[in-house]
């Protein structure tokens, strides 16, 4: 099992309400830690979900946690970070991090779920690359490889390091974040059960795999016409090289 974490913590996401893939990691987390999300709003809902987001913070903070959020001066549209993040969102988070000392970062994996996650993922390499600091990342969703269901959900390629956790503590703070992020009722009313399900029943991975954006995986999200697997490789180039 994972020894307790040191120096300073960088969680980067795409989305507000990412965090409940990763609930697991963040309540056994006891270092400082800042939270960046790529986007604050919905292309689905007109709801801004910054209040959400900022409610989410704030009730790991009344646990005791010492969480806060480092704002984009830009964020980018949801379901389009693959066009939106630029060189200077990487220079204004680069910067952060040298000045804070981050010394980790966490994500979601490189998965060909969604979109935004991808680049979530892709945007988070890069930083530890440049700063020779750790990257871990977690499985949200995908597209599974037997076609039975429509998406696997927590369901890492391959299993990293597993995580100890209280399976009370991270089941009820599911529900109390999934009541928060009001403005995605409808998405969780769908990952709901399989997210309770893997909580209850399974145990927690990081990702070992290490895809590339342009591997031979299928995109979730190119089968819901959500994007261009193509254009999202095309776009994130600069990240890669």
Same mark, same amino acid.
């Given at each position: 099992?994972?020894?307790?974490?040191?120096? !300073?913590?960088?969680?980067?996401?795409?989305?507000?309400?990412?965090?409940?893939?990763?609930?697991?990691?963040?309540l056994r987390v006891q270092v400082k830690t800042f939270f960046v999300y790529l986007t604050?709003?919905?292309?689905?809902?007109?709801?801004?979900?910054?209040?959400?987001?900022?409610?989410?913070?704030?009730?790991?903070?009344?646990? +005791?946690?010492?969480? *806060?959020?480092?704002?984009?001066? #830009?964020?980018?549209?949801? +379901?389009?970070?693959?066009?939106?993040?630029?060189?200077?969102?990487? !220079? *204004?988070?680069?910067?952060?991090?040298?000045?804070?000392?981050?010394?980790?970062?966490?994500?979601?994996?490189?998965?060909?779920?969604?979109?935004?996650?991808?680049?979530?993922?892709?945007?988070?390499?890069? $930083?530890?690359?440049?700063?020779?600091?750790? %990257?871990?990342?977690?499985?949200?969703?995908?597209?599974?490889? #037997?076609?039975?269901?429509?998406?696997? %959900?927590? !369901?890492?390629? #391959?299993?990293?390091?597993?995580?100890?956790?209280?399976?009370?503590? %991270?089941?009820?703070? %599911?529900?109390?974040?999934? $009541?928060?992020?009001?403005?995605?009722?409808?998405?969780?009313?769908?990952?709901?059960?399989?997210?309770?399900?893997?909580?209850?029943?399974?145990?927690?991975?990081?990702?070992?795999?290490?895809? *590339?954006?342009? +591997?031979?995986?299928?995109?979730?999200?190119?089968?819901?016409?959500?994007?261009? #697997?193509?254009?999202?490789?095309?776009?994130?180039?600069?990240?890669?090289?």
């Open positions: 099992m994972h020894a307790p974490l040191d120096g !300073k913590l960088l969680i980067l996401l795409a989305h507000p309400d990412d965090e409940i893939f990763i609930l697991p990691f963040l604050n709003n919905s292309r689905y809902f007109s709801a801004d979900r910054s209040k959400e987001m900022n409610e989410s913070i704030q009730s790991f903070r009344a646990q +005791g946690y010492d969480f *806060q959020i480092e704002k984009f001066d #830009k964020p980018c549209r949801d +379901g389009f970070c693959f066009l939106d993040l630029s060189e200077e969102h990487f !220079k *204004q988070i680069d910067n952060f991090i040298r000045a804070n000392n981050v010394t980790r970062i966490a994500t979601l994996a490189l998965e060909g779920g969604h979109q935004d996650h991808d680049v979530a993922s892709l945007f988070s390499r890069k $930083l530890a690359m440049i700063n020779n600091i750790d %990257v871990i990342e977690f499985a949200a969703y995908k597209k599974p490889k #037997k076609n039975l269901f429509s998406l696997a %959900v927590m !369901k890492p390629q #391959k299993r990293g390091v597993p995580f100890s956790f209280s399976r009370l503590e %991270v089941i009820k703070n %599911v529900f109390s974040l999934t $009541l928060l992020y009001r403005s995605q009722w409808r998405t969780w009313s769908g990952l709901l059960p399989f997210i309770m399900y893997r909580y209850s029943c399974f145990s927690f991975y990081s990702e070992a795999a290490n895809l *590339q954006i342009d +591997g031979p995986y299928i995109s979730l999200y190119e089968s819901r016409v959500h994007a261009s #697997k193509i254009d999202v490789v095309n776009a994130t180039r600069w990240l890669t090289i």
